[in-house]
């Protein structure tokens, strides 16, 4: 991709973790990592600040997402195909558009729209 200073740079947002029983894994980031639960919806999720850990009912079990924020997710598209890299745009939970891919070590890469609050 080029090195352009006008570039939309991703922002990493999180990784989520897709596993058959949270609490082992909510066990070692909350309690023995230190890091605050910000968001928890019993046996299905938990968010410890860049941490996610989901059941599957949202994907496979033993597989990480990594989410990204930039501002325009269907111009990041372009550059990513430009470059050879193979996605999908589709449309995210609010309506705006979201590309997935996979890296080269098969983890599913989420980049979303940044949300201007």
Not at 36 to 59: L, N, R, T, W, Y
Not at 94 to 104: F, I, L, N, Q, R
Request: hydrophobic share 40%.
């Amino acid at each position: 991709m080029s090195d352009s200073s006008e570039l939309d740079t991703p922002e990493f947002l999180n990784v989520t973790l897709y596993v058959d029983d949270i609490a082992p894994i909510r066990h070692f980031y909350h309690d023995v990592l230190g890091l605050p639960v910000v968001f928890e919806e019993p046996g299905q999720a938990a968010v410890m600040g860049s941490v996610a850990v989901h059941d599957p009912s949202e994907g496979p079990v033993d597989t990480s997402r990594l989410y990204f924020l930039v501002n325009d997710p269907t111009a990041f598209a372009d550059r990513a195909r430009s470059a050879g890299v193979e996605g999908t745009l589709r449309t995210d939970g609010y309506g705006e558009p979201a590309w997935e891919s996979v890296d080269p070590f098969g983890n599913s890469v989420v980049v979303l729209k940044r949300r201007n609050e």
